[in-house]
């Protein structure tokens, strides 16, 4: 990996947490049946990776462009709370295993709220 720069985006714990839940989250869903491979294990990768996404590409804009990246970062995020709901509810994924996701998520997502806030 590369050095990272001190004014980067990948300093921020934010960016760090939501790059830990995409991880988590890759390895969780390769559980998931195949017949989902195009279906909700799609949507939850592309939700999970677009937070981190949307951190980084905000953090080289402009300040009123900042808070639009973020707020696309928070609604990722809400999309794959919905979606972990789902899979818990069809028994894609153990209680233990969504309470882990979804504690990352929510602390995660207060993070955002307040750098939106702010």
Known sequence: MQ???KNSYQNLIVWQKSMDLVEM???TTGNFPKSE?????SQMRRAAVSIPSNIAEGSRRLKTEKMHFLRIAFGSGSELETQLGIALRLDFISKEESAKLISLLEEILKMLNKMIQY
């Open 3 to 5: 050095e990272i720069q």
């Open 25 to 27: 989250l890759y390895k």
């Open 37 to 41: 491979l195009f279906g909700l294990v």
